[in-house]
């Protein structure tokens, strides 16, 4: 309570109010103060002490007036003093409880403010997992034959010597085994022998056997052979194998599709040259190189300063793989090569070891998004 509203702790008698003219400017100055108190009224607890003071039963100013104002009035001052009474509490009642309202509106404000998401600031950023490297060259290597009418097949990594070897033309004591140590399963005794498949070719027989020419397929999957591991062997690689087989495809039809292939993956810059080789299921066989796609042929680390790279082999399929699928060797021709993953994407992006695709080191996944 101020010092000017503490007179209503005085009756009138002692204010020196003898008149019904006196009591309107008495009132007039309380409702001033009443609504500069109220005016600063902002925040929860300034309008408990607020209202407290006002119109708290005992103390406020309003029982003040009643108990020292109007009961102690003479008769010819009570009516004057009761209706200015009851007009300052209706105002008094009805600006209280605005105040109320409006310091829980503005409290409300306030707290939807600080909660606010605002929309614009950054988001955090997920790391999000990109395809593996050997994923992403297959895939690139799979867009180039199926734009040429290829079709991706898949098949198991558990072979029989049969499919992995002899219908390859490929018969026991063949020293082509030699250069695949070949992982065996180890089965009861008495069980037919398992291997895990030493290259993707295998899967040449099992769609020659099941399906009548044209066949045009590649075959991505993973290899196994018991090299010891260094920067270029690793126990487990990735190949895929492709297969064109029909009535009336010849070398030209062969060496075509090969240059056209590596230069959609390394450019058209890049030229390529055909190397006389042997494997048991290709005849004539022979080695693709390409020129440097790093030096241009001039000579560089990665040719081994020979301008040219050896990229996979490859040959047209020797009718004698036809016999074991029951193919007319006479009416059909075809090739067949087998390229490595690792190589290629090691020669694109000049990757040094092979064992880096294994390790799963996300300091050289991230390399390559
Ligand atoms: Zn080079």
């Not at 004057?80 to 310091?103: F, I, K, P, S, T």
């Not at 306030?110 to 395809?131: F, M």
Request: net charge negative; proline share 7%.
């Amino acid at each position: 309570m101020t010092t000017k509203t503490s007179n209503v702790l005085q009756t009138l008698a002692e204010l020196g109010v003898s008149g019904d003219a006196q009591v309107p400017p008495l009132f007039a100055e309380l409702r001033a103060e009443f609504d500069r108190d109220a005016a600063a009224v902002n925040d929860e607890a300034l309008w408990k002490e607020f209202r407290d003071a006002w119109l708290g039963r005992k103390s406020g100013v309003l029982a003040h007036i009643t108990d020292n104002w109007l009961k102690p009035a003479p008769p010819e001052l009570k009516r004057a003093v009761g209706q200015a009474l009851n007009e300052l509490r209706a105002h008094v009642e009805a600006v209280v409880e605005a105040r109320r309202a409006a310091v829980e509106a503005s409290a409300e404000r306030e707290a939807t403010a600080r909660e606010r998401v605002d929309l614009s600031l950054p988001g955090v950023r997920r790391p999000i997992g990109t395809h593996h490297l050997i994923q992403q060259t297959f895939q690139e290597i799979a867009r180039i034959f199926l734009s040429l009418g290829y079709t991706v097949v898949e098949g198991p990594e558990i072979e029989t010597p049969y499919y992995n070897f002899e219908a390859l033309n490929i018969p026991e004591h063949h020293p082509a085994r030699d250069t695949m140590d070949t992982f065996y399963l180890d089965l009861p005794a008495g069980a037919p022998p398992r291997l895990l498949r030493t290259h993707t070719s295998p899967m040449q027989i099992h769609v020659m056997e099941s399906q009548q020419p044209p066949v045009r397929i590649i075959v991505p999957g993973r290899v196994y052979r018991r090299d010891n591991p260094d920067s270029t062997h690793a126990f487990a690689f990735h190949q895929i194998e492709g297969l064109a087989v029909d009535t009336d495809i010849t070398f030209c039809d062969f060496k075509g599709t090969v240059e056209y292939f590596v230069s959609q993956f390394f450019g058209p810059q890049v030229k390529t040259r055909l190397r006389s080789s042997y494997f048991p299921f290709t005849e004539p066989s022979t080695e693709v190189d390409a020129s440097c796609h790093v030096c241009g042929g001039s000579g560089c680390r990665v040719c081994k300063f020979s301008g040219w790279i050896e990229l996979f082999g490859a040959g047209m399929v020797d009718p004698a793989v036809y016999g074991f699928v029951n193919y007319d060797a006479k009416q059909l021709s075809g090739f067949a090569f087998g390229m490595g993953v690792e190589r290629f994407a090691m020669r694109k992006y000049g990757i040094s070891d092979i064992q880096l695709f294994f390790q799963n080191d996300v300091r050289f996944l991230r390399q390559f998004p």
